[in-house]
């Protein structure tokens, strides 16, 4: 769920600035999305879709919601599990992990599989306090100490500030939250939630410290390689400063709504450009011996949850220059901001916590020779490849064997740190 939103978000990109330049009317049309989704359930999911509170104590859990400040001003929306009520251990020491979602998903998309499949269900379960945390922007934290979600102001921010306040600002909250006296947390990303991972922990490495191990799922920062051919055709259009990235930049992207998942519809349309792509997704969708139909279902009604679209301009600028580094504004603005004409790498040397790299050949973002010349230059890193050849993005979230592959061999590595640790 998570990142196939970024292809919504391409071909939204598209229609954006489409719109921009010419008033485009988009016709009510035969639309396949809600021929697929128009059940009287999905009608009901949509108008009230549940929270991520509403789900876990739905399945019996105990659940908080926090309101987490950054240093800059945001307001985060972050969920807790803290104990299991199978376990009864709310007086046991229980070890932190933080889980981060990819761009345009929320706290939800962690759970859609349920208690026997979903990582926070399995993790709390086996001991662990649990954090599912909500970048700026997103459905739970589009609240500031000063500004209006509906300023351009709000929305100047890229995934760089998502791993420079937010990441920082839900480990020490945690921390101190749980009281345990734990120095540090397990950490969870996927896609974006790994992209953000590496950027607070070059440019703050004093966060490794707080890092007992690391997992990212397809993880995104070098992205030369990239398989995904939309982003290949756009990069060099919105992958610069230029009037286009310009046009787009500063504004909120797909908050969650109906509308939204209607023009996705329309753009899908038979006669419409990007039908091709769209069939690709839904066989996707519809190849149920891989994905979870229920789960998929349930995502459907939940989101995207919103982002800026700066994110996407500075995944295509990654693309583009097949760098990991600082958001580009242009030449003359870059040395004001970074005092050189280009945008500074991220000094990924600096990670000195232990990252797993989770990663498969099939991924249409994380392609493997990005993965590879990233570990390269990780100091303390552990290669997990895939050996289901067919894994994709997507996998991370809605795939029926996730328990299996990734769930529980995670699970496994921080119990074996916790247990080496006593
Ligand atoms: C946890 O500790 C509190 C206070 O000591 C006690 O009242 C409660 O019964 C304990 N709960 C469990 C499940 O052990
Ligand atoms: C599929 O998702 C449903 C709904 O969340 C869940 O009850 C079921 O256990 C899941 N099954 C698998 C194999 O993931
Ligand atoms: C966005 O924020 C940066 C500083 O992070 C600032 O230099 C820039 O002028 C801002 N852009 C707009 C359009 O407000
Ligand atoms: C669907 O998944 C199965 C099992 O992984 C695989 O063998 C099959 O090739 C897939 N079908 C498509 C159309 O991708």
Known sequence: MHDYFFSVVIILAVSVIGLRSASIYIPESHLIFQKLYSTAQTA??????????????????????????????????????????????????????????????GSDVWLFLGPNHALPYLLVDSGFDVWLGNSRGNTYSRKHSSLSADTPDFWNFSWHE????????????SLEKNGQGHKAVHYVGHSQGTTIFFTLMSLRPEYNE??????????????????????????????????????????????????????????CGPDQVFRSFCVYLIKAFYNSTRWNST?????????????????????MQAHESGRFRQYDHGAKNNRKVYNSAEPPDYPVEKITSNVHLWYSEND??????????????LPNKELH???????????????TELRTYINVPVIEIMKKFESSEN
């Open 44 to 105: 009901v999911d949509a108008k009230n879709p549940l929270t991520t509170r509403d789900r876990i104590s739905l399945h019996g859990y105990p659940v908080e919601h926090h309101q987490i400040v950054t240093e800059d001003g945001y307001i985060l929306g972050v969920f807790r599990i803290p104990h299991s009520h199978k376990l009864q251990n709310q007086n046991n020491t229980r070890p932190i992990v933080l889980i981060e979602h990819g761009l345009m998903g």
């Open 162 to 173: 998502i791993g420079y306040y937010d990441i920082a600002a839900m480990i020490d909250y």
């Open 210 to 267: 707080k890092i007992k191990t690391a997992h990212m799922f397809a993880p995104v920062a070098i992205m030369s390689k990239m398989q995904y051919k939309l982003v290949r055709k756009l990069s060099p259009y919105l992958g610069h400063q230029n009037l286009y990235s310009r046009l787009f930049a500063n504004m909120e992207f797909l908050p969650y709504n109906g509308y939204v998942l209607r023009i996705f519809s329309n753009l």
């Open 295 to 315: 789960a998929m279902t349930e995502g459907i009604g939940n989101q995207p949850a919103g982002c800026s679209t700066n994110q996407i301009l500075h995944y």
């Open 364 to 377: 249409i973002m994380a392609a493997v020779d990005d993965v590879l010349a990233l570990a390269k230059r």
């Open 385 to 399: 490849f895939m050996e289901d050849p067919l894994w994709d993005h997507d996998d991370y979230a809605l795939n």
